[in-house]
């Protein structure tokens, strides 16, 4: 089984950034397809962004042209930059493993003045 541990969320004021970060360990091999996905207080969990491990990206239409997803396979991480932050971007924040079926335990990332 693949472990996933996100850090590098926190508060941060309308208009920053952030950058977060999701370590792999265990069944590498398999750590293939990752995104990362939020679950804003009271809602559901929704998809943000996918990256392969070859680089290859997908973004949902309300993160596009503000958040980047990003991979370091030497160091078995995937990244989410995170710009121009806005209050609704308030939520945890989650890394998946797409081909492994595993979730990160998640990170809070709250905006506000």
């Known amino acids: 089984q693949v472990q996933l541990v996100e850090s590098g969320g926190g508060l941060v004021q309308p208009g920053g950034s952030l950058r977060l970060s999701c370590a792999a360990s265990g069944d590498i091999e398999g750590f293939n397809d990752a995104g990362w996905y939020r679950q804003p207080p009271g809602e559901q969990r929704e998809w943000l962004a996918t990256?392969?491990?070859?680089?290859?990206?997908g973004y949902a239409d309300s993160v596009k042209g503000r958040f980047t997803i990003s991979r370091d396979n030497a160091k078995n991480t995937v990244y989410l930059q995170m710009n121009s932050l806005k209050p609704e971007d308030t939520a945890i924040y989650y890394c998946?493993?797409?081909?492994?079926?595993?979730w990160g335990q998640g990170t809070q990332v709250t905006v506000s003045s």
């Open positions: 990256i392969s491990r070859s680089g290859g990206t």
């Open positions: 998946y493993s797409h081909s492994q079926g595993r």
